[in-house]
């Protein structure tokens, strides 16, 4: 076994762990329905890598993901931080007597749970036994309308039973808490009233019973605190668990870019910037920065209608796309008589990190890119091919780089071959192939992942297709009349094409942020200066992050001069 522990840390991190997990939850009821498209089947997907088997106290068996989930208290909505599957619903008073005098109980009314989960309960109440409620069935077009227009939590839209351990609440942080939005408001959160200690032990919980751990797949809301939170984190997993890989993926919605208006908010957010992703990358083998400020205007949201200021729509583009570039590492390695008909290219987290950050310059920023859905194969001009639609998700990279020694990871499912059946493994593999021969530039190296089944779109994902979208995710010639924006109960599953790479082309990502941290942070006369006291920052801490961030810069620029003395 070759497990994985995801850990999703603040808000926006978990809003794209929601869709993540639906995704996988409904991949295992595919797999598991008779009457499902047997493409869905494949024996070479190993969900335990991501998942754990479990018991509860009354016997039945549960199979939860291997997750520990990091938020706000007050975060979850409608749902228990003790999940479902192990409540026993015991709510009997204690025996024990500490206080004789009169007892005031102020007790918040329980959130309303929204159509959607509604439907769940009905599902599941009949499912067990209850109460048949197929006469009060909720029409699906409610749920998703219900969904399109009212979201709040990441709870809310979530179809996946977790274990008791998975979802922590950050004691005394709550949800409607102002202005958290920055490195230093976070900066002691993990090490107070000892939930940093809490936090360790619920990992020490998935950790201790894997067999082989393969690594951690980390997500990070960095829009604020919670970077300061997770570094302080990834600082404690560094130490216990030395030789364990972090696959660190740095996420940001677009609202953390909608409202800056003033000049001293600018500073706020440039040096925030710096100081996170230096402190952030010091913990991890490779680090991966996702979020466009404006994804609705960006090439990857050509086919797509997404509203930039909704976290519930711009969260399942990037989880699509994490779903995507996580395949590989739950593949089965291939051996003497291993079916290679529906999966290729099985590699675990420690090999895409070492092959995209541990080449000869030591690149450890890589670039997400992805197509959503990915073109058919037979595309013959560039804008309609595979590689010619990949955009990144990763903001301010340079588009036209130059750069000889790009490596990558590329990853295809469910892409459609000629006459618009599904593509074998095999013509996946000529066909990329066959496209990098023509291309005028190419990788270094490339290692390719491929997978035939496509990404299933579970019921609460967010109608944000475009009317160019057929009901498999294919392309079509002409628009669906009457349609500006399309949902599951219109498309049931896409092709996707997700690429992870090391390239020069993050240059401009590094640049800004080492330009901002001298600007308004180290040089003399810095208008950040007093700020970054205040975070706790002392002038030799500011040049090691400058230190730190100027060696990333010249990893891809050799003759980059450092400018750690300038004024």
Not at 22 to 37: I, K, S, V, W
Not at 308 to 313: I, R
Not at 460 to 472: H, V
Request: with cysteine.
């Amino acid at each position: 076994m070759r497990e994985i522990v995801t850990i999703q840390v603040g808000g926006f991190a978990n809003f794209i762990g929601s869709h993540f997990w639906n995704f996988q939850d409904e991949m295992l009821g595919l797999a598991a329905d008779p009457t499902a498209d047997s493409m869905f089947k494949t024996q070479n997907l190993n969900m335990d890598v991501l998942y754990r088997t479990g018991e509860t106290q009354q016997g039945t068996l549960t199979y939860t993901p291997r997750l520990l989930s990091v938020d706000f208290h007050g975060s979850l909505g409608s749902m228990s931080s003790l999940g479902t599957l192990y409540n026993d619903g015991s709510s009997a008073p204690s025996d024990v007597i500490t206080w004789t005098g009169n007892v005031s109980t102020h007790a918040s009314e329980p959130r309303k749970k929204n159509l959607f989960l509604q439907s769940l309960y009905q599902e599941e109440n009949s499912i067990n036994g209850g109460k048949d409620d197929s006469l009060n069935e909720i029409p699906q077009k409610d749920i998703v309308d219900c969904l399109d227009k009212d979201v709040h939590f990441w709870t809310d839209f979530s179809k996946v039973h977790f274990h008791p351990q998975s979802l922590y609440e950050l004691n005394g942080l709550w949800m409607d808490i102002q202005e958290f939005d920055n490195y230093g408001i976070g900066k002691d959160v993990f090490s107070e009233n000892l939930r940093g200690e809490e936090i360790c032990d619920r990992l020490r919980f998935f950790v201790e019973e894997c067999d082989r751990i393969q690594g951690f797949q980390f997500m990070v809301d960095d829009s604020g605190g919670f970077s300061a939170i997770a570094a302080d984190f990834l600082e404690n997993i560094a130490d216990e668990y030395t030789n364990t890989p972090v696959l660190l993926y740095t996420v940001c919605g677009s609202g953390s870019h909608l409202n800056l208006r003033s000049r001293k908010q600018k500073v706020v957010r440039d040096l925030h910037d710096a100081v996170s992703f230096s402190r952030l990358a010091s913990f991890s083998k490779m680090i991966v920065p996702i979020g466009l400020p404006f994804l609705s205007e960006s090439k990857a949201s050509s086919f797509l209608r997404i509203e930039d200021d909704k976290p519930y729509h711009c969260s399942a583009v990037y989880a699509a796309a994490l779903h995507s570039a996580s395949l590989p590492f739950r593949m089965e390695m291939p051996g003497p008589t291993a079916d290679s008909s529906d999966i290729c290219g099985a590699i675990d987290v420690n090999g895409i990190v070492q092959m995209l950050a541990g080449q000869e310059r030591q690149n450890m920023v890589a670039i997400l890119d992805v197509t959503m859905p990915a073109p058919g194969l037979t595309g013959k001009e560039d804008q309609q091919s595979l590689l010619g639609n990949l955009q990144p998700l990763t903001p301010e990279v340079a588009e036209d780089a130059e750069d000889l020694q790009v490596v990558e990871s590329l990853i295809v499912q469910g892409a459609f071959g000629e006459g618009g059946h599904r593509a074998s493994v095999s013509e996946v593999k000529n066909a990329v192939q066959a496209a990098y021969e023509r291309a005028i530039t190419r990788p270094m190296f490339c290692h390719l992942s491929t997978a035939l089944c496509p990404l299933p779109i579970p019921l609460p994902f967010p109608s944000i297709f475009g009317n160019l979208i057929g009901q498999q995710g294919e392309l079509l010639g002409s628009p669906i009349l009457g349609y500006q924006s399309r949902g599951s109960l219109d498309v049931h599953s896409i092709p996707m094409a997700a690429r992870l790479r090391s390239s020069s082309a993050i240059l401009p990502f590094l640049e800004n942020r080492l330009g901002n941290l001298h600007k308004f942070g180290i040089n003399r006369g810095a208008p950040g200066t007093e700020l970054l006291r205040s975070w706790g920052f002392g002038k030799d801490e500011l040049e090691d992050f400058g230190e730190t961030l100027s060696k990333m810069v010249m990893t891809l620029k050799p003759d980059f001069e450092r400018s750690s003395d300038s004024d």
